[in-house]
């Protein structure tokens, strides 16, 4: 079941005005799954940033999202509380049939059909370092699954663990620094004493990504 489309009765769409805080969006970085791409979608864990009654997105340079975004300019942050889902869609492209596709803007844009919420935004202001692009936020429209929205879970040491953990690893593979393989191990037993299955999952998937 896609779990989007506003005719099946449980999903709940809007499109002006959207207040994001109510979507779960609020002052500081929150780390959402990013998704882009008109011809062939992707996604990506990336941090929304609120700061000052300014929202926006540092965007490393080189990476499909940065590239779907320099182009197209709209991106969806997909609310997903999948540890899994963080580790695959940061070292692995998702399969096709994990996205959903909602109208806006007279685009067809991907979102994630595991998500309990989503935004999609339009970029402006668009800004270029040596390293990233900076763009501003506009949310344009947002809408939750009413299913996955109602069984949130609790704050958990071991999903913020792997959270850590797999930035960790992001700057393992760019640096080869050993001091972020101390990070790993250290989130690691965090993750595997805190966390429930789809955590160890998570692991153990990025101890394969990394060889260890
Ligand atoms: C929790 C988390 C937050 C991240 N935040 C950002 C971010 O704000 N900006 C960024 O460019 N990359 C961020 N990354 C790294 C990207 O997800 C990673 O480079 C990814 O491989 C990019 O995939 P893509 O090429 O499909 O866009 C983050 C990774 C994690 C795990």
Redesign the pocket.
Known sequence: MTGFSPECGKNRSESSAVDLSSFGIREGIS?TIISTGLESP??????IIVKGGRTF????KG????ANVSKEKHLASNIVYDPLL?VR???F?LEPSEFDYVPVHGLSFPILKTASAWVVFECTDLKNTDH?LVADLTPIKAGFNEANWKSLPVPNRGFNAV?EA??HA?RYQLTGEEKYLELIRHYESLASKCGGENEKKAMKLLYEVLGL
């Open positions: 780390e992707n996604a990506a864990p990336i941090g997105v540092r965007l490393f990476t499909h999202t940065w963080f869609s940061t070292f492209d990233a959270l797999t930035v992001t």
